[in-house]
């Protein structure tokens, strides 16, 4: 796969996935969690902002692979 098609891929997946992730983040934060402890909120809120990054991180680094040479 040519890399500029790997970008366009992955940029697409990049947002479809930021988005989806956030409404779900925000989904899990709006529920039982508000009637929590204040610091188990604040590690809850800690990991749900953390957690897109190593998804992204696997995308990223898919979309940079160098392309085969024939």
Known sequence: ?????RKLIGSITMIVFV????LMA????QG???EA???VQGLT?????LAW???AALII??????EKTR
């Open 45 to 49: 809120y800690a990991v749900l902002g």
């Open 61 to 66: 680094r898919w979309m940079e692979k160098p």
């Open 53 to 55: 990054v190593l998804p």
């Open 26 to 29: 925000m989904g899990l934060a």
């Open 19 to 22: 988005i989806v992730y956030a």
């Open 37 to 39: 402890a204040g610091w």
């Open 32 to 34: 039982r969690i508000t």
């Open 1 to 5: 796969m040519r890399m500029r098609t």
